[in-house]
């Protein structure tokens, strides 16, 4: 089965530090992978996704970028952090291949606080 | 622009006292419409994908159904452990299987 591992859980960084977020996904390949950001009192914003190793689509400016070193590991940094990039972090993830109805899959975040 | 809006955005209910959810969308060639749940601090879990209007999908306590311009989540004799924020979200045709969320509806079932 898939499984799908974000870490760390929760992290607490001064602003203008660097930042590094990892999501790997387990029992499948070649899936599209989703990052999004959940602010207390606003939805789901997504951030970056990609299709493919190397392949990364932005969706909100931002002082944030994602890489995909490997088929089923996404990243999220950032050089210097701000307050706003407080939040829950989730990774998503699409096995097209396999999934009839395509629904997007959730890890269990990253809870982000910036001092 | 697809717009997802789901009312209302808190409800507190009584064990066993049914009701609904709304989700409201607008969307350029709708191809699925989401229904997750969410507990504090944990990543959202599916539930539903409704795909055209009059689908209608059932789990357990929960029914979801979909029109053209909204769909519903029907929750019968709810128990506690049913409280949680459930989330509706749309994909919208050629989006790369992109979802667009809504804020949600923190529901909470009282014994």
């Known amino acids: 089965s898939q499984t799908i591992h974000q870490w760390p859980a929760t992290l607490v960084q001064p602003v203008g530090s660097p930042l590094s977020l990892e999501c790997t996904v387990e029992g499948t390949s070649n899936p599209n992978l989703y990052w999004y950001r959940q602010a207390a009192g606003r939805g789901l914003q997504l951030l970056f996704y990609?299709?493919?190793?190397?392949?990364i689509s932005s969706e909100v400016p931002q002082n944030l970028s994602a890489s995909r070193p490997q088929d089923r590991q996404f990243i999220l940094s950032s050089k210097k952090l701000l307050l706003s990039d407080s939040g829950f972090y989730l990774c998503a993830w699409i096995q097209l291949a396999a999934a009839a109805y395509n629904e997007q899959f959730f890890g269990p975040g990253t809870r982000l606080t910036v001092l | 622009e697809d717009q997802v809006t789901q009312s209302p955005e808190a409800l507190r209910l009584q064990e066993g006292e049914s009701s609904s959810l709304n989700c409201s969308y607008t969307?350029?060639?709708?191809?699925?419409l989401f229904w997750y749940r969410q507990d504090p601090g944990k990543g959202p879990e599916f539930l539903f994908t409704l795909y055209s209007a009059g689908e209608e999908k059932e789990k357990e306590r929960l029914k979801a159904t979909l029109t053209k311009k909204e769909s519903f989540l029907h929750i019968t004799a709810p128990k506690p452990e049913d409280s949680a924020t459930y989330l509706c979200a749309v994909r919208a045709g050629g989006s790369n299987y992109k979802l667009t969320f809504g804020k949600g509806t923190l529901l909470t079932v009282n014994p």
């Open positions: 990609s299709v493919g190793i190397g392949q």
């Open positions: 969307v350029s060639g709708l191809r699925g």
